[in-house]
């Protein structure tokens, strides 16, 4: 496949302002109240009592619908970084892209479980073992520990995608196509056949990712209106087997991120907001801090009996000024890096 190096796809930036919009809110508004359990497992705090009439009810999955446009938007722009830079160079592209970042956020996570052992009744349960297996991301799984940020799996997800296609795209003599194909058996098999593992939970997302790769192939003339649908309901039903939830409500979740993702490739200017694209310049930083931190605050201001959506208003503020912060000092210039270091293996 021939490069293309002026390639934009613009509704992608309104498209992850809104993913993320839809998974910071779904924390706040949904899984701090309903999960507390959980929550006061991750923190290490006592469960959140009262507060029965906090948060509101949707008939679907907010952080579903956010997570499948975040898919969906790496299967459309990761084909593209491989036809323009090669394996080599995007791997060293990604690493500064993702890691960096992430490591930035991990120290405000852990700070925040610090201050949250300060609290009544709560305690420090933080392990050498749960930094080092947060530190390598993609490797969490095998060196083991707690997890201490309830949203990093989808960044694992994203870097065994991002090995996984660009090994193939190496081995298939840099054919974006036929390293699809190359890895669709291999995910079957994996998913389906061999020993139940962790990894099955990683790998089952990739035909998710790769339904949006087919929309690249089609916005770039690489495959005509026939193949593109086929490809993508074909993808989307691999999805569905391969992951075997039984949950029809969670894959109609997932189904509404693939729709506002079709509409907004469609229709570029359904997202094309500007509340959206500011949101999306700072998602990933906003991301990796979002979580534990707003959690934190959530629980914090609970103490003193502030009213539901004052907190999670506040929390919305906080987490949004420390992910600026990230994105500002750490995230823009550890890119820059990145495209240096990239640029001299051209």
């Not at 948060?55 to 323009?84: K, M």
């Not at 054919?175 to 962790?198: G, H, S, T």
């Not at 997302?205 to 593109?228: I, K, N």
Request: charged residues 10%.
């Amino acid at each position: 496949m021939s490069q293309q190096p002026h390639i934009r796809f613009d509704f992608a930036d309104g498209l992850r302002g809104l993913a993320m919009l839809a998974v910071v809110l779904f924390h706040y508004t949904q899984t701090f109240w309903f999960r507390r359990d959980r929550i006061a497992e991750v923190m290490g705090v006592p469960p959140l009592p009262g507060y029965d009439g906090a948060s509101f009810v949707l008939p679907f999955n907010l952080g579903a619908v956010g997570v499948g446009l975040f898919l969906l938007i790496s299967g459309l722009l990761i084909p593209l970084s491989l036809t323009r830079m090669g394996a080599l160079r995007f791997a060293v592209s990604r690493f500064f892209r993702i890691y960096p970042t992430y490591w930035a956020g991990l120290v405000v996570t852990v700070a925040a479980l610090w201050l949250a052992a300060q609290l009544p009744g709560a305690a420090w349960a933080v392990t050498p073992r749960d930094v080092l297996g947060h530190v390598s991301i993609a490797l969490i799984d095998w060196i083991g520990g707690r997890n201490i940020d309830p949203v990093m799996w989808t960044l694992k997800v994203e870097l065994w995608f991002y090995a996984m296609l660009g090994m193939a795209f190496a081995l298939t003599g840099r054919r974006i196509k036929w390293a699809i194909w190359l890895l669709l058996p291999l995910l079957v098999w994996l998913c389906r056949f061999a020993p139940v593992n962790d990894f099955q939970t990683i790998v089952c997302y990739f035909p998710l990712m790769f339904a949006g790769s087919w929309v690249y192939f089609y916005q770039t003339g690489h495959a005509g209106r026939v193949e593109t649908v086929l490809h993508f309901i074909g993808l989307l039903a691999l999805y569905v087997w391969l992951t075997g939830w039984g949950n029809p409500g969670l894959y109609a979740s997932y189904g509404i991120g693939v729709a506002l993702f079709v509409a907004g490739a469609l229709w570029p200017q359904l997202v094309a907001l500007p509340l959206l694209t500011r949101v999306a310049s700072v998602s990933y930083a906003w991301y990796v801090c979002h979580a534990t931190v707003g959690y934190l605050i959530l629980f914090t201001l609970a103490q003193y009996g502030t009213p539901w959506w004052a907190m999670v208003a506040i929390a919305l503020a906080v987490t949004w000024g420390i992910a600026q912060a990230i994105h500002r000092w750490v995230e823009l210039p550890t890119q820059r890096w990145g495209k240096v270091l990239s640029d001299k293996l051209k």
